[in-house]
């Protein structure tokens, strides 16, 4: 069946966004799920961000046993999946702490990924501090580069958005019949009538019919009562007359 070209470009375009949101939603459903699987077996990090290694207090012993802690920040304990983000403060050459726009700490390395933002990166000042000890030529990132998102998303709104900024898509209606090469195409559509058009189209209907009766009626009545006449002289000359008789007196 032939698709004209503007039913392709739809069909073509809700077919992607669907694919796209498809895409989006089983990527977004793998990382958290490992990111609960990792919280909820409790595994520790490399660098020791979410569980210390100390000794519990002595027994009645005095037998005093090794044991992990879960760290706590802000009273709140790193046993929770969700962590518990916070600034991070990073040492200037002045020798004394300076907050970093936009990067935020957390349990794991994936967790601060996640939740920090790419702010820094489009500030000079906070991105010598990132790179001071690197001799790598690094470049600042430029705001007029994104069509879709600002400078302070986090990371996970970027992830969830599959880190595209912009989708550029190009429908060929001519290379699509190009490649199919069809022999033989039919057209079809479907059409709603509307209430104006149905009763037009009964009154149309009722009046040709009109028409038409006023037309044979009148023949099909003569043609009746011309059998009937016919009929009626047939009968008539069928009829016999009996004769009188007369008795003569000799």
Known sequence: MAIDKQNLRIQAQTTLASSILTAQAILTRHLLAIRRMTAENQFVSRLNTNFYLSYSPPDLNNTAVPKMWPRVYNNRSYLNYRGCPHSILINSSHQHFVMTS???????????????????????????????????????????????????????????????????????????????????????????????????????????????????????LKWIFRCRNRSSTADVKAITTVPSCRHSRT
């Not at 990166?121 to 690094?138: A, M, P, R």
């Not at 550029?168 to 019949?177: G, R």
Request: with cysteine.
């Open 102 to 220: 936009g990067m935020i700490g957390d349990c794991f390395i994936a967790d601060v990924t996640l939740v920090s933002t790419l702010k820094c990166f489009y500030n000079s000042t906070c991105f010598s501090l990132l790179h001071k000890e690197s001799s790598k030529n690094v470049s600042l990132l430029l705001n007029s580069s994104n069509n879709h998102f600002l400078t302070n998303p986090t990371i996970q709104m970027l992830f969830n958005e599959t880190m595209i900024d912009s989708w550029s898509t190009e429908i060929m209606f001519e290379s699509f019949y190009q490649q199919c090469n069809p022999i033989q195409c039919y057209y079809s559509y479907t059409k709603q009538f509307s209430a104006i058009f149905i009763i037009t189209t009964i009154i149309g209907m009722y009046s040709g019919s009109f028409i038409v009766l006023r037309l044979v009626v009148p023949i099909i």
